[in-house]
């Protein structure tokens, strides 16, 4: 059973540019989670999503970011017109539906280095 | 709203010396607390888990304890070895709240040396 594979690890973009990040859950998992890690400083939960669905957005900026989990593929991070405060790692995780005594798993994370 | 504050690091040890990470929280209800590992590079992952008061969570030597009453949870290993080093973050998941959205601490950094 793989584990929550994100793509690509290592990103670069130019200012204005945009970025798009990649999370497939594990098999089983129908819930994702993506949190930003600045430099030096831990997670910060951006965003919440079930298939089709945006359940918790309140850690988003509210400009230039959204975020997708269709019916079939992958979740998507979209960051639109890049910055540099931009740069940092963002981690996805997922979860099984609730009810599950589990917990949350988190993929390697994407780095993203604005230039 | 929740918080969680740990210890500044980094902190820098010799192998078989006893680490303690201090780390306390600020949160509403009943959380659970969780301790992850991030290893240089890569995702993070669980190290261990309470879910009530006075729980211990315990994995590969390392324990804490779920202290209602102080509304702390310190992370504490007897004998540290080189392959501990890593990023230590404390965070909590509200009652209530969904498996994965957690309130992380700023994470502490240790180095464990020969």
């Known amino acids: 059973n793989a584990g929550v594979m994100q793509n690509p690890r290592h990103l670069v973009r130019r200012r204005g540019q945009e970025a798009r990040l990649r999370c497939s859950p594990m098999k089983g998992h129908s819930h994702v989670y993506w949190y930003r890690q600045l430099p030096e400083e831990g997670l910060k939960f951006m965003v919440y999503l079930q298939k089709e669905n945006i359940i918790d957005e309140s850690g988003m900026p509210k400009e230039r970011f959204s975020a997708e989990f269709p019916k079939e593929g992958p979740s998507i991070l979209r960051i639109q017109q890049v910055v540099r405060g931009d740069s940092a790692a963002y981690f996805c995780?997922?979860?099984?539906?609730?009810?599950?005594?589990?917990?949350?798993?988190f993929g390697q994370g994407t780095r993203l280095t604005v230039v | 709203g929740n918080s969680v504050t740990q210890m500044e690091g980094p902190v820098t040890l010799s192998e078989e010396a006893f680490l303690t990470i201090n780390c306390t929280y600020t949160?509403?209800?009943?959380?659970?607390l969780f301790w992850y590992v991030q290893y240089p590079g890569e995702g993070l992952q669980l190290l261990l888990k309470a879910t009530k008061a006075d729980d211990k969570g315990s994995n590969k030597g390392f324990e804490a304890t779920y202290r209602k009453e102080t509304t702390s949870f310190h992370l504490e290993k007897g004998s540290v070895q080189v392959s501990d080093s890593a990023v230590y973050f404390c965070?909590?998941?509200?009652?209530?709240?969904?498996?994965?959205?957690?309130?992380f601490g700023q994470g502490t950094i240790l180095t464990v040396h020969p």
């Open positions: 949160a509403t209800g009943y959380p659970s």
């Open positions: 995780a997922s979860s099984p539906p609730a009810g599950t005594d589990t917990e949350a798993f």
């Open positions: 965070a909590l998941r509200g009652g209530g709240t969904s498996y994965g959205k957690l309130t």
